[in-house]
Nanobody, 125 residues
Framework: QVQLVASGGGSVQTGGSLRLTCGTS?????VAWFRQAPGKEREGVAS????????YYADAVKGRFTVSRDSAKNTVYLEMNNLKPEDTAMYYC?????????????????????WGQGTQVTVSS
């Protein structure tokens, strides 16, 4: 396993966009983006399953966030559009070698053993 590296966070105004980047292992089964706001639980927001290229999203970000993978670069992206103040959080990428569609779609923290450091996203109104 490689150490995941997440980057691309920053400060934007409501309605703005950011793209997060995560360098992953070449044999990753599923990569998920999680976020954690102060005082709140860490939650999964989007994931990408390598087998079949399936994408999964939390309801709160559907239609605004897009997850994608460049397998040649072993990189997963999270394109975030129409950002809202409630999107403010530390964002983390995590991966598992599991190819289970259930594991990838459910985005439960305990199912992802390999984590990167966080990158802060701040959305001001």
């Amino acid at each position: 396993q490689v150490q995941l590296v997440a980057s691309g966070g920053g400060s934007v105004q409501t309605g703005g966009s950011l793209r997060l980047t995560c360098g992953t292992s070449p044999d990753t089964g599923c990569v998920a983006w999680f976020r954690q706001a102060p005082g709140k639980e860490r939650e999964g927001v989007a994931s990408f399953r390598s087998a079949g290229g399936f994408e999964y999203y939390a309801d709160a970000v559907k239609g605004r966030f897009t997850v994608s993978r460049d397998s040649a670069k072993n990189t997963v992206y999270l394109e975030m559009n129409n950002l809202k103040p409630e999107d403010t959080a530390m964002y983390y990428c995590a991966e598992t070698r599991s190819i289970s569609a259930w594991t990838c779609s459910q985005m439960k923290r305990q199912d992802f053993p390999n984590w990167g450091q966080g990158t802060q996203v701040t959305v001001s109104s």
